[in-house]
T-cell receptor, first 107, second 114 residues
Framework: AQRVTQPEKLLSVFKGAPVELKCNYS??????LFWYVQYSRQRLQLLLR??SRESIKGFTADLNKGETSFHLKKPFAQEEDSAMYYC?????????FGDGTTLTVKP | KAGVTQTPRYLIKTRGQQVTLSCSPI?????VSWYQQTPGQGLQFLFE???????NKGNFPGRFSGRQFSNSRSEMNVSTLELGDSALYLC?????????????FGPGTRLTVL
């Protein structure tokens, strides 16, 4: 069975500090991994996906198959990054989401 | 392009009743997935429909069912409501439901069971 674990429910950093949101997964095949974000009073939306290998809003995420991780990183956090972040794994049309991490960036 | 819409946005029901929620995907999207979001359980996958067929199913009891129409609009039905069914129900659409497809989420329907 596929599983996604986000060990931190809450994460708080100061503006300008680096931030890393952890995501570990369990899946025997080659998964497709995503990070979704939900800003206050907005709907859930895609932030980035591992196959794109892109940086969105300064965020990057590298798939580490050896450690089965897909951590989300940003070198300098901004206040507007405060949101709920979900890591998700997709396989055969089924998506499994982690429990989410609430990131608060303090001024 | 209009986003995913869900109706109604809020619903209050009592135990034992049944409820039907509706989702209209983005035009051209053929895959619709449903999720239950609760504070304690996070986002739980209910099922996914593609071309009017249920293609994937999560671990929910048979009281939860759905369907998809030829225009890709989807409905979800919950029968014999229980207090624990109180949640935000999210619908997401994607082009084909392939793993690499981005899912676009609706605003959700907030269901309260009294």
């Amino acid at each position: 069975a596929q599983r996604v674990t986000q060990p931190e429910k809450l994460l708080s950093v100061f503006k300008g500090a680096p931030v890393e949101l952890k995501c570990n997964y369990s899946y025997s095949g080659s998964p497709e991994l995503f990070w979704y974000v939900q800003y206050s009073r907005q709907r859930l939306q895609l932030l980035l996906r591992h196959i794109s290998r892109e940086s969105i809003k300064g965020f990057t995420a590298d798939l580490n198959k050896g450690e089965t991780s897909f951590h989300l990183k940003k070198p300098f956090a901004q206040e507007e990054d405060s949101a709920m972040y979900y890591c998700a794994l997709a396989n055969a049309g089924k998506s499994t989401f982690g429990d989410g991490t609430t990131l608060t960036v303090k001024p | 392009k209009a986003g995913v819409t869900q109706t109604p946005r809020y619903l209050i029901k009592t135990r034992g009743q049944q409820v039907t929620l509706s989702c209209s995907p983005i035009s051209g999207h053929r895959s619709v997935s449903w999720y239950q979001q609760t504070p304690g359980q996070g986002l739980q996958f209910l099922f996914e429909y593609f071309s009017e067929t249920q293609r994937n199913k999560g671990n929910f009891p048979g009281r939860f069912s759905g369907r998809q129409f030829s225009n890709s609009r989807s409905e979800m039905n919950v029968s014999t409501l229980e207090l624990g069914d109180s949640a935000l129900y999210l619908c997401a659409s994607s082009l084909t439901g392939q793993e690499s497809n981005e899912q676009f989420f609706g605003p959700g329907t907030r269901l309260t069971v009294l």
